[in-house]
């Protein structure tokens, strides 16, 4: 049995690759640069006004100017602005030649062509050429997820076509012959299978693309034929269930008949002691546990990770700082344990209800998992913890 953190350290060193692909930047929306986007041009591209008013010299706000032009957005200045006189403005229009100031509607008063300044001197209420981005700025770093405040960069600067990795497909198997479809109702001693909709949620979340190859019953014949489809297929492969120790828990044998190099079977986590990763010539693999709380738990701290990695995410931290709310303690101290946790309004995080394992919908509404160390028993109201966001 290894640690979480040699578990960890021994996943990153593997990174599904699938190239690149360029894609309109609309349909970019969340995914991870894979190139640094460029200005090709300075924003704003001129002077212009902030404010609907009257651009002028400054050295002639004291004085009763004459209008000479009216310039909306869009419009380019006819003339120049002379001593004596000013423009009226939208805003967004180009500052004309001459103008190096700008007072608002607001502060003036105007009269048969003519107006005054009736405010008190401040800013001159110009947007500088180039002040927001200059000419061949990197705007948007490789690396980053792609959200829409980004999608208008990329409009602003020209970028329509943009580099990402290509997603990761994600192979879903469930094993156990007691499983179930969802719509299915169960008979005695069967359950539905609710782990690889699970996971194919979460894969779908985190970007990639999820296969799901069905339920493989407690048959090596079975596992192994829907597991060698599965990674000729895809780049990852997820199995939940038969990990463990029983008769009927077959997937690490079939794993190592398939060609899978198995790198760790055992992590001193809690839940998800039996999860078990390996590596293919084709893909790499990861069997999760089948109480589907292990099976969640296990995949946002190690597949979610690799997903985000593997689609170009130059880092991948999704830990927060919290107080907690009530006390907290344990009996058994040799694994890592992983608490799921609702957020108070003042910030603070208290344990949920939890019965084990098994109890999935004690995630419904979880705010995120909190970290309770190895060696750590208890953990007094008010200490800082660790809270992974889920």
Request: aromatic share 6%; hydrophobic share 40%; glycine share 8%.
């Amino acid at each position: 049995m290894i640690s979480y953190e040699e578990a960890i350290v021994i996943t990153e060193k593997y990174n599904p690759d699938g190239g690149l692909e360029y894609l309109p930047f609309m349909d970019s929306l969340g995914r991870y640069l894979a190139e640094d986007i460029v200005s090709d041009i300075n924003m704003p591209p001129f002077n212009k006004t902030a404010v609907d008013g009257y651009a002028c010299r400054k050295e002639d706000i004291d004085k009763e100017l004459i209008i000479n032009e009216i310039i909306p957005a869009g419009v380019s200045a006819s003339k120049k602005v002379e001593e004596g006189e000013c423009v009226k403005i939208m805003t967004g229009a180009a500052i004309p030649e001459g103008a190096n100031w700008v007072f608002m509607v607001e502060d003036a008063q105007e009269n048969n062509g003519r107006v005054r300044f009736t405010g008190k001197p401040g800013k001159d209420n110009i947007a500088k050429m180039g002040e927001d981005i200059r000419k061949d700025d990197i705007v948007l770093k490789a690396g980053r997820l792609i959200e829409p405040q980004d999608i208008a960069v990329m409009a602003t600067v020209g970028a329509v076509k943009v580099a990402v990795r290509k997603r990761p497909l994600v192979g879903i198997i469930s094993t156990g012959s007691e499983l179930v479809e969802p719509d299915i109702k169960p008979a005695d001693s069967q359950i539905r299978n609710s782990n690889a909709y699970q996971l194919i949620a979460q894969t779908t979340r985190s970007g990639a693309e999820a296969v799901y190859y069905g339920i493989a019953p407690d048959s090596e014949k079975d596992i192994f034929e829907m597991l060698t489809k599965a990674l000729n297929e895809c780049d990852i492969v997820l199995i939940s269930g038969g990990v463990s120790m029983g008769d009927f828990d077959m997937v690490p044998a079939v794993l190592e008949k398939a060609g899978v190099k198995i790198i760790f079977d055992r992590i001193a986590v809690q839940p998800g002691k039996p999860t078990t990763f390996g590596v293919h010539d084709d893909a790499l693999v990861f069997g999760l546990p089948g109480n589907p709380v292990s099976s969640f738990i296990q995949f946002e701290l190690f597949v979610k990770p690799m997903i985000c990695r593997a689609m170009g995410a130059n880092h991948f931290d999704s830990i927060r700082k919290h107080k907690l709310a009530n006390d907290y303690s344990r009996e058994r101290t040799e694994r890592m344990a992983w608490v799921p946790v609702n957020i108070n309004s003042d910030e603070t995080v208290a344990p949920v209800e939890y019965h084990g394992s098994a109890h999935i919908n004690a995630l419904t509404g979880a705010y995120g998992m909190m970290k309770v160390p190895v060696g750590v028993s208890e953990i007094r109201k008010g200490e800082i913890v660790d809270v992974r966001q889920i």
